[in-house]
């Protein structure tokens, strides 16, 4: 069955950097574009980065434009998350999620991984 | 595009029909799905492009509109539904919208 497993999370201070990882099983990773989805402390969904399957367009929200970066190694079935000058408000719980086709919903979705900025 | 939910929250009692509502600012082709969310728990999807229920979801969702006004009804509500629900649309340029969720309380 399909699985997305999300790791990375952690407690960093304001400016630094951490990366997120997302391991999936159980589907062709390589035939779907993925994308980042995170959700604040108890706040809604947000959309913040799409990969395409083979990594060859990539989109970001403009809230994280400049400072994250998204990545995929089809070999390793893996999606990644780099990002760097964290800010108080990237503090999230940070979702990957499979692309569902034409239809462009996500239909599996990981765990998530908690990131926590604070000095 | 920006998507508006109502209401954000309401209380039911098991076997009610609720509707909730998802505005579009803008019209929107029927690229709009919906997702319940429980507390600690990852959105699941429940409908795509506006009115198709994802496979093994309960018959008792169902999805509709177009343009600007979308809804997602819930026919006889069950313990397990009371969760938040939030739509999401996709804009046709890789950027993808949600709405501030709603939130289905037991009355």
């Known amino acids: 069955q399909v699985q997305l497993v999300e790791s990375g999370g952690d407690l960093v201070k304001p400016g630094g950097s951490l990366r997120l990882s997302c391991a999936a099983s159980g589907f062709t990773f390589s035939d779907y574009y993925m994308t980042w989805i995170r959700q604040a402390p108890g706040k809604g969904l947000e959309w913040i980065s799409y990969?395409?399957?083979?990594?060859?367009?990539?989109h970001y929200a403009d809230s994280v434009k400049g400072r994250f970066t998204i990545s995929r190694d089809n070999a390793k079935s893996s999606l990644y998350l780099q990002m760097n000058s964290l800010r108080a408000d990237d503090a999230a719980v940070y979702y990957c999620?499979?692309?569902?086709?034409?239809?462009?919903?996500?239909?599996?979705w990981g765990q998530g991984t908690l990131v926590t900025v604070s000095s | 595009i920006q998507l508006t939910q109502s209401p954000s929250s309401l209380s039911a009692s098991v076997g009610d029909r609720v509707t909730i509502t998802c505005r579009a600012s803008?019209?929107?082709?029927?690229?709009l799905a919906w997702y319940q969310q429980k507390p600690g728990k990852a959105p699941k999807l429940l409908i795509y492009a506006a009115s198709t229920l994802q496979s093994g979801v309960p018959s008792r969702f169902s999805g509709g509109g177009s343009g600007t006004d979308f809804t997602l009804t819930i026919s006889s509500l069950q313990p397990e539904d009371f969760a938040t629900y939030y739509c999401q649309q996709f804009s046709g340029y890789f950027t993808w919208t949600f709405g501030q969720g709603t939130k289905v309380e037991i009355k």
């Open positions: 999620a499979k692309g569902y086709g034409s239809t462009w919903a996500f239909d599996y």
């Open positions: 990969i395409s399957n083979t990594g060859s367009t990539i």
């Open positions: 803008q019209g929107i082709r029927s690229y």
